[in-house]
């Protein structure tokens, strides 16, 4: 009896190896491929541009190619530092062809949005560069405040 216990051993061994065997062909031959998309990961994938058909399509074009040097031929005369008497028509022309490019890419409100930013950071600086000793000492005094109201804060809780 004791003689057949390796025999039983390789015959189970066999079984088992046959049976992983059909498992396995059965999944490779009922499983799918696996579909992965290799742009899956990419949160605004940017893609090639397609060519424009119809009269948009072809004013669209020609604003892409004459767009960039007017804003820079704007940009340029509003930092002209011969003072040209022009410069407030140049800022002006330069804010209309921004928000003009805005339209016509579909980012209107985003373009608006940056101008009113651009334009308080710029208020912000003239702020600073005509009364810039009253906002940095009131900067200062909130700072000393704060401070000040961290600390017995901090002791309180002692």
Same mark, same amino acid.
């Given at each position: ?61 020609? &604003? ?38 805005? =339209? ?50 901090? =002791? &309180?809780?002692?």
């Amino acid at each position: 009896m004791r003689g057949l216990l390796p025999e039983e051993q390789r015959l189970r061994d066999l079984r088992m190896e046959r049976t992983r065997l059909a498992d396995e062909q059965e999944r490779a031959t009922t499983a799918s491929p696996i579909v992965h998309d290799p742009h899956a990961h990419l949160l605004h994938r940017r893609l090639p541009m397609e060519p424009q058909i119809g009269l948009l399509g072809r004013a669209r074009s020609w &604003w892409a190619v004459l767009s960039t040097p007017l804003i820079l031929l704007a940009l340029g005369a509003v930092v002209n530092p011969r003072g040209v008497a022009g410069s407030e028509t140049a800022l002006v022309l330069l804010l209309v062809l921004l928000t003009v490019e805005g =339209a016509v890419r579909g980012k209107f409100l985003a373009v608006l949005l940056r101008l009113l930013l651009c334009c308080l950071a710029i208020g912000i600086l003239i702020v600073l560069w005509l009364d810039g000793r009253y906002v940095v000492t009131s900067i200062f005094f909130l700072a000393a405040v704060l401070v000040l109201l961290v600390n017995i804060r901090e =002791a &309180w809780r002692r």
